[in-house]
């Protein structure tokens, strides 16, 4: 829908018009009226026009001060398109406001076909100019790509000459960043764990010091979804980080690199800024690093050999509910004394050495635990999932202690069945013995009542019932020869007399022995 304005200070010209042009372009148009040149002005200041018609004389502000204004306002290319209402005497004095770029001439009294020709002609060119305009705003936005995308090939680059490769001809200038510049990497890291998606981390910014790819010199996105800004200051990302602490955004975490000389500097000062950015890890409250701190203290960050011996012993004690001792191992393991002048590598080295020595192998050797503690053990095998290495820490502590209660029930689930495989196995051998449910348990060194509980867990049936069952099998077997009368089959596998046997195996066949044993016969007679 086109913006049309109508400034005349006759009431029936200016409604003559809104109605022709309603009639004949419908909703195409959307007309307003104005009495004289400054209340068009305030109505085009409210919602600009695109096409103007507009009388010469006027009271208060006429015609050709309006054009004279709004000419001045902004570019003919981007203001309204004008046509001037005029009358016979005054055409040769409407003809000077050709330095207006007025687009046409209506005649009074106007007729239809001239006016409608006229906006015709103002649709035509308003609709090249909505071409030409997407067409500048295409070649903007891909050059805007292009640039972003060859600046993100740098960050990747591994030393200057690769740098000089990817940029070719590529200046600071195209890059549209000044010379020194500086560049920080920033991410949000939330308390409880995880970072920011990039859409979150962009409105972040952008409420604190405006849109990021506006308000920066560059700003664009790296493979671990951080923003990665560049500017002329380093005091602008300290704004940053005082903005976000007043705002009590304490996950904001900004790393700074040092100031880059040459555009080639980048991908080294983006590694810098990554690295020092890791450094708001160690310390709480820290919301920003610079590397420049850091690389001058470097020679007091203090390096160790991984601690594989360490994690071995470490991982020996899980399942011996020895807790306080694989505390005192996972202190020496990070070097907690000397936490404050650590190099930050060693600790991500350790902890990787934990998550591949120690846990990797822990469900690979016991399968898998509980979901709460498959939970714990996803989240702590990626620090990144903390906002600082105290909340690392303690998550770790805590999954190393739900890995003990694991394996220590898995352990002891194992122990008793092998102690329950014993007792059958001692069942089977002992049958025709006096046996009962103290006399096995003691065998396997079981609590008579855990024994009871447990067995009937193992097997599904109860002590009693099992043995009695074990005896009717071997029973069976003996009745299918004649060998052995009833009564001795009885005593043969562990009965006290031939009625309790006789009772027994009705009750768990349904038949005496004596029909048992004529069935089988019967059924072997050829």
């Known amino acids: 829908m086109r913006e049309l304005l109508i400034v005349d200070d006759e009431k029936n010209i200016r409604q003559g018009l809104q109605a022709m042009i309603g009639r004949e372009f419908g909703e195409a148009c959307r007309v307003r009226l104005a009495a004289n040149g400054r209340e068009a002005l305030e109505m085009h200041a409210e919602r600009p026009a695109e096409i103007v018609i507009t009388d010469i004389r006027m009271p208060i502000m006429d015609g050709m001060e309006l054009l004279a204004k709004l000419r001045a306002e902004r570019r003919a290319s981007e203001g309204p398109i004008v046509l001037v209402l005029s009358g016979y005497d005054e055409f040769e004095y409407a003809k000077t406001a050709i330095r207006f770029q007025v687009r046409d001439y209506l005649l009074k ?12 002609r103002a649709f035509e060119e308003l609709e090249r100019r909505d071409s030409a305009s997407e067409q500048q705003e295409a070649a903007i936005d891909y050059k805007k790509r292009l640039r972003l995308a060859r600046l993100g090939q740098l960050l990747e680059a591994k030393n200057e000459r690769e740098a000089a490769q990817i940029l070719g001809d590529f200046s600071a200038e195209e890059a549209g960043i000044a010379l020194p510049f500086y560049l ?8 409880q764990g995880g970072s920011m998606s990039r859409e979150e981390l962009e409105a972040v910014v952008e409420r604190l010091d405006g849109p990021p790819f506006d308000a920066y010199q560059a700003a664009l996105w790296d493979r671990e979804g951080r923003l990665v800004l560049v500017d002329p200051s380093p005091d602008r990302f300290a704004r940053l980080a005082e903005l976000a602490e007043k705002r009590e955004l304490g996950g904001l975490l900004i790393g700074i690199g040092p100031p880059g000389r040459r555009l080639e500097n980048l991908p080294a000062c983006y590694r810098s800024a990554s690295r020092a950015l890791k450094y708001t890890f160690l310390h709480p409250g820290v919301r920003r690093v610079n590397a420049l701190a850091i690389e001058g203290e470097q020679g007091e960050r203090r390096m160790f050999p991984l601690p594989e011996e360490e994690v071995r012993l470490l991982g020996n004690l899980l399942g011996t509910d020895r807790k306080r001792e694989m505390g005192d191992l996972l202190y020496r393991i990070f070097r907690i004394d000397q936490l ?17 020595r120690l846990l990797d192998e822990v469900f690979r050797q016991y399968g898998e635990a509980s979901m709460e503690v498959l ?5 702590v095998g990626d620090w990144n999932n903390f906002r600082y290495f105290h909340d690392y820490f303690r998550g770790l502590e805590n999954l190393l202690s ?9 352990r002891l689930a194992y122990t008793e069945n092998e102690n329950l495989k014993e007792a059958v196995a001692f069942i089977e051998t002992h049958y025709a013995r006096p046996l009962n449910m103290a006399t096995v348990s003691n065998h396997v060194s079981l609590n008579y009542s855990y024994f009871s509980e447990a067995f009937k867990a193992y097997t599904g049936e109860s002590f009693v019932v099992y043995l009695k069952k074990v005896r009717i099998e071997h029973a069976k077997e003996l009745l299918s020869g004649y060998e052995l009368k009833l009564s001795e089959v009885g005593e043969a596998v562990g009965f006290e007399n031939a009625k309790q046997f006789a009772r027994v195996f009705k009750e768990l066949e349904g038949i005496s022995p004596h029909e048992y044993r004529s069935k089988v016969h019967t059924q072997q007679t050829p």
């Open 375 to 379: 939970k714990l053990y996803r989240k």
């Open 340 to 356: 404050a002048r650590i190099d930050i590598d060693y600790i991500e080295q350790a902890a990787r050495l934990i998550n591949e």
């Open 184 to 191: 920080g990497v920033v991410t949000y890291r939330y308390e």
């Open 402 to 410: 739900s890995l003990n209660d694991y394996i220590k029930q898995v």
């Open 109 to 120: 009294p106007i007729r239809r076909e001239d006016l409608f020709e006229a906006l015709g």
